[in-house]
Each structure stands twice: as structure tokens, then as C-alpha cells.
């Protein structure tokens, strides 16, 4: 079947006359747009055509939907009240470092260190059944029931100043708890020579080396965890003043300090390794009283917590610029929204009054932290400049470091590098909407050409139905003469028969005559 409708056509005769019809049919089949596009040759592939590139279409625009959303996300909204609210807070915050926070010091950092390891190894060594309350008992108490199988090697490591930076195994990290167990599977202890490189050697006494699995990981996690705890603060013989464990950073400069590219690597004139171990047995640092600074586990304590202190002043310019930017917006959707009660919050759209992952907020807070750093800075170079008296004094820059928020410098680069990163995201997103946006334009100029195509052959096929129709109305025309003509010779017979019928059937025509008339 070649489309949707066809006509049959019966030509008349004798037998069909009685027909109302005539003797023309119509016949038309219902098919599915599926067995349609086939049998309609061109116009099926058309409309192929023109759905495809309407589903196109579809796709494109919810891409460039999804890319207006979030270049919006990306896009700085901020007004000048925004602007004036940021720089407040960062004054704000700088006025509280410079009052509360004050000057960075070594000492203070120290101090606090050892006090809070000194408790914390008291109570750890309270917590496995000492009964004692000073700091010589608790480190005895944990080393006598704690050993550690590579303490056998203390001299191939430097003796008792330097074989808990240069024993791998006496790192209070994940990759000391490491080095740890595999002594415990291997036998052997891993750290450096005084040179820096990376040696293994047996381990001397073997009495602590587990004899199974089971007891090795007890040895190798359980005893290394509480013997890391009794070195923290010192021997027994030097509570709280001996040489203590290298913390976090000063672990993980060593380690690294054997790989090749470290080993290379000099500062100040000095072998990177070399230049780690002075800064742990107090070479490199000295004190306002000029007494050796042994940058060890307690100082990297108190140096973190010196950077808490210089944080809060951060997190209060944070707290304000991120709680202006909620309650402002909130106050904007209730307004916008018209939002009269509680039962109509849900009108509410909650995302849009979030404080984070949009380019307005972050701006805000680039401001209000680069205020802060401003404030923080000149605070700094005036304190310093009084204190060390005057700007070209040689302890000027010196005593201005002490007194620099860096956790605040940090924020600040923080939030400058994601405004910078966002910018460029929008960037690219706006030039991948101009491609999309292109795209679409083709994609309609497509779909017109479908259209028109179809059109003409819409057209050609209307042509073709005419003449159809015009010849459908000359044999129609023909047939109802024919039909007339057959009507007359009909009439003319009858006439004929009358006078037979009256003669053969008295009274018949006044019947049907009667008929006729009155039904």
C-alpha cells in the first residue's frame, strides 16, 4: 500500500445499479506512524529527519538550560552593601587578631606543648594500671611494659638524640605504625645513616618479634602505640626535658629526605637531611633566651595550637560574611516569594539562600579576608617597627613574621584562587554555550528545510489529488448521464406498459397512484 487512504472504483453495471452507492467503493486502511514512514517514500524519510533533529534540539537546549544554572553559580551578584558588610567583618577580624591573638611565639607554642604531652602520657599510662601521678613514673611504667624490638638498635641510629628521627619505626605516623609492622614480618629496622641514605639493618634482639600473626600485629601496633606514647615527653630519666619523638611534619620531611631528589637538596649550605636533624635536636632554633629549640612532637603541638589561636579571628571574618549572605538572601526569598506565615515556608527555596559554592559568597569572602590580611600586615609592620625601632632595623622583618596572621594569608589565597577558578569555569562555560547556542541555530535552519520540503512535496501530492478529483468528477459526471438517460427509457416503458397493466389489473394505477400521493 502505497498511502494512508485509497479509493476503489467499481464501474456500474446492470447488477450493481440497485446500489445506492452506484457501484463506487471507498476502501482505507489505519496504519501506525511505524509502517507508515516506510510506504510514504520521501516525506517518511523527512519525518525521520525532522525527529531526529528535534530530538537534537531537546538535548541541546537542556544542556544550555544546565549551563545558564550554573553560570549563574558562577556568576558574582554581590552589591555594594554586599561589598561594605565584607570589608567591615575583615576590619572587624583584624582589630580582634591584633588585640586577642598578638604575637607568634616559639616559647609560648613550647610551653603549651609540653604541658598537654606530659598530661596526656600520664593518663594514658594511668589508663593501663599506674597508679602514680608523675611523668618519671608513667614513662617508666609504659617502657617497662611496652618495649620496642628496634630500641636494640639505638646506636646503629645515632644514639639517644637522634635514633627516634633516623629509626623509621619511632615515627608516631601511619608510615611509622608501617615500618613497624613490617619489622615485626621481616626482622630488620629501616632508617637512615648519618649521611642521610636509606639503610636496613637485623634487628639485634629478637625478644620482642613476634612468634605468630597474632602476636606480631600485637607487638608490631599495640606495644609500638604505647612505647610511642612513653617516648613522647622524654626517658625516664629526663621527664619531660629528654628528647622526645619527631612529629608529623618533622617524620615526614625525614622519610622523604632519602628518596633521590631529596638527597640532592641543600638548605642554607646544608644537606636537607642534615639540615632535618639539626632542626629536631634544637641546632637550628634557639629561644628568646637563647637555649637550644628542639623542633620535636611537643613543639609541632604547640606550634598547632598557636595557628588555632591565630584561626578564630579567620573563622569570626568567615561566620560574618557567611551569615550576612544567608540571612540577606533569606529575607530576599521571603520578600519575593511573599511569604506571610509558617505554613507558607515551603515557598522558600532553600538553595538559593545557601552561604557557599557560588561565585557571590566567595567573592564576599575574598574581600572581607583580603581586608583582614591588610589590617593584619600594617598592624604587623607598625608593632614591629615600634619594637624594633624603625623600618631599616636589622629584627624588623623578623619580629613583623611573629606577628603575621599566616593561617589568615592562607585563607586569603584560599578564596582569591577559587574566584580565580570560578571566573575561569564561567569562562569556558560561556563560550560552550556560544557553541550550543550555534549549534541550535543549524539545528533550526535543519528543521526548516524539513518543513519546506515537505511542504513542496505536501503540495505535489495536493496537485495529484485534484486531478484525481477532477477525473473522479467527469465519471461521475458521465455516469449520472447515463443514469438519466436510463431513467427516461425506464419512464418511457412504463408508458408503454400502462394500458396493459389497467387491462390485467383493473384498478392498479388508482392504487398506486393513491400510494403516490397520499403515502
Known amino acids: ?39 510514504m517514500g520521501e516525506r517518511g524519510e523527512i519525518a525521520r529527519g525532522l525527529a531526529s533533529v528535534e530530538e537534537r534540539i531537546d538535548c541541546v537546549t537542556e544542556q544550555v538550560n544546565a549551563i545558564n544554572s550554573e553560570i549563574d553559580r558562577l556568576t558574582n551578584h554581590a552589591d555594594g552593601l554586599d561589598y561594605m558588610v565584607a570589608v567591615a567583618s575583615g576590619i572587624l577580624a583584624g582589630i580582634i587578631d591584633s588585640v586577642w591573638v598578638g604575637e607568634f611565639s616559639i616559647d609560648r607554642a613550647g610551653s603549651w606543648g609540653e604541658e598537654k604531652t606530659n598530661q596526656f602520657v600520664v593518663k594514658i ?51 611509622g605504625l608501617l615500618f613497624s609492622l613490617l619489622t615485626q614480618f621481616t626482622g630488620k629496622v629501616y632508617g637512615t645513616d648519618a649521611g642521610g641514605a636509606f639503610i636496613i639493618c637485623e634487628v639485634a634482639e629478637k625478644n620482642l618479634i613476634g612468634k605468630d600473626i597474632a602476636q606480631k600485629i600485637l607487638y608490631g601496633v599495640v606495644f609500638w602505640f604505647f612505647h610511642m606514647v612513653s617516648d613522647m615527653a622524654g626517658t625516664s630519666l629526663t621527664a619531660g ?43 637550628l632554633l634557639t629561644g628568646k633566651d637563647g637555649g637550644r629549640v628542639k623542633f620535636d612532637l611537643r613543639k609541632e603541638m604547640g606550634v598547632a595550637h598557636e595557628l588555632g589561636r591565630q584561626a578564630v579571628p579567620v573563622l569570626i571574618n568567615e561566620c560574618i560574611v557567611r551569615g550576612f549572605y544567608f540571612i540577606r538572601r533569606f529575607c530576599f526569598e521571603l520578600r519575593d516569594k511573599k511569604v506571610s506565615g509558617l505554613q507558607e515556608m515551603k515557598k522558600v527555596e532553600w538553595k538559593n539562600t545557601f552561604p557557599g559554592k557560588n561565585r557571590t559568597v566567595i567573592r564576599m569572602l575574598t574581600v572581607a579576608t583580603g581586608t583582614f590580611t591588610a589590617v593584619d600586615l600594617a598592624d604587623a609592620a607598625v608593632r614591629s617597627a615600634v619594637k624594633s625601632g624603625g623600618v631599616a632595623a636589622p629584627a624588623f622583618f623578623a619580629n613583623m613574621i611573629l ?12 578564596a582569591l584562587g577559587t574566584d580565580v577558578g570560578m571566573g575561569i569555569k564561567r569562562g569556558r562555560l560561556r563560550n560552550e554555550r556560544m557553541r550550543l547556542h550555534t549549534e541550535l541555530i543549524l539545528l533550526n535552519d535543519a528543521k526548516v528545510y524539513y518543513r519546506q520540503a515537505d511542504m513542496w512535496i505536501a503540495a505535489q501530492d495536493a496537485g495529484v489529488a485534484v486531478e484525481k478529483a477532477y477525473g473522479m468528477m467527469e465519471k461521475t459526471t458521465a455516469f449520472w448521464i447515463q443514469s438519466m438517460q436510463e431513467m427516461g427509457d425506464n419512464l418511457d416503458k412504463i408508458g408503454r406498459y400502462v394500458p396493459e397493466i389497467e387491462k390485467r389489473n383493473p384498478g392498479l394505477l388508482d392504487e398506486i397512484e393513491d400510494i403516490l400521493t397520499w403515502g
Open 125 to 175: 599510662a594511668q589508663s593501663r594500671g599506674y597508679e602514680g601521678n608523675d611523668l618519671a613514673g608513667a614513662i617508666r611504667f609504659l617502657e617497662s611494659n611496652y618495649g620496642l624490638a628496634s630500641d636494640s638498635n639505638t646506636a646503629v641510629f645515632g644514639g639517644g638524640r637522634q635514633h627516634h628521627l633516623r629509626d623509621f619505626s619511632h615515627h608516631p605516623t601511619p608510615c
Open 403 to 414: 606577628r603575621v596572621n599566616f593561617v589568615g594569608i592562607g585563607r586569603f589565597a584560599v
Open 1 to 39: 500500500m502505497e498511502t494512508l487512504l485509497s479509493f476503489k472504483e467499481e464501474l456500474p453495471n446492470k447488477e450493481l445499479s440497485h446500489r445506492e452507492d452506484g457501484g463506487f467503493a471507498v476502501e482505507f486502511d489505519v496504519l501506525t506512524a511505524k509502517e507508515a514512514l516506510p510506504a
Open 241 to 283: 626535658a629528654g628528647t622526645g619523638l619527631p612529629g608529623p611534619l618533622v617524620s615526614l620531611l625525614k622519610e622523604l629526605s632519602v628518596l633521590p631528589f631529596f638527597r640532592g637538596l641543600n638548605v642554607n649550605d646544608t644537606q636537607f637531611s642534615e639540615w632535618i636533624s639539626e632542626l629536631f635536636d634544637g641546632r
